[in-house]
């Protein structure tokens, strides 16, 4: 099996996916190319799609309201984790790049190509600094499709990022917590399996969680980076 080198920044991607994963989405980093060999034009953390009728009951657990889904939309989430609170914007190429936009949108499908450069003119301003939550967080709507950009700073509190939408430590530690360290056995759904069925990328993330709280620790991400091995 790969190893893989931790470091934070990969580490609060990897949780950004693993929290995008278990509220039903499906989840990838995306680069996109450039014309110019040995460069790329923009990359992705965490492209994360969810479909409308997205249901998994046996879990007993409810889509995180922090993430305001709703209902008969596809939603498209494009994440951007951050390791430090006083950095905590998109890269630029998506702030200023229109082409970096709509090759996005494109790859990802959820638009017709008639509506891409209209999404993608409305998304742009949405991926600058101080744009208010509200306004991230409604995103783009078009003909029952929905794309959002959603910053991510594991390190940070919600104090920290009360003015924008941002995913903090607090919430995707809770939330994963809430999914894999039930206070009672669920009927349905057995939460003690071979971990390493979530791949070498989350793998390590997941024992982590199910471990932490078996021992009576509260998993958080000082205990992850001990765990993860990263300084």
Request: charged share 20%.
């Amino acid at each position: 099996m790969e190893t893989v080198q931790w470091t934070k920044p990969i580490v609060h991607e990897a949780l950004a996916t693993l929290y995008l994963r278990l509220n039903g989405y499906f989840t990838t980093a995306l680069i996109v190319h450039s014309p110019e060999w040995g460069q790329n034009l923009a990359e992705v953390d965490c492209l994360a799609i969810r479909h409308p009728n997205h249901s998994q009951p046996e879990r007993c657990v409810e889509t995180s309201p922090f993430l305001a889904v709703r209902k008969a939309e596809v939603d498209l989430i494009i994440c951007e984790a951050k390791s430090s609170p006083e950095n905590i914007t998109f890269n630029e190429s998506l702030r200023t790049d229109l082409e970096v936009i709509r090759v996005l949108l494109r790859w990802a499908g959820v638009f017709c190509e008639e509506k891409i450069e209209s999404v993608a003119n409305s998304l742009q301003p949405l991926l600058q600094p101080g744009v208010a939550l509200e306004a991230a967080r409604n995103g783009v709507l078009e003909s029952g499709h929905r794309v959002r950009p959603l910053l991510c700073c594991p390190p940070c509190s919600e104090g920290d990022c009360a003015d924008r939408w941002c995913l903090v430590g607090p919430e995707l530690f809770n939330f994963i917590n809430l999914c894999f360290n039930p206070l009672e056995k669920r009927k349905n759904s057995s939460t003690r399996y071979n971990f390493e069925q979530w791949g070498y990328a989350l793998a390590p993330l997941v024992t982590y969680f199910k471990e932490d709280a078996k021992s009576g620790r509260t998993p958080d991400l000082a205990g992850l980076y001990v765990h993860l091995g990263v300084t």
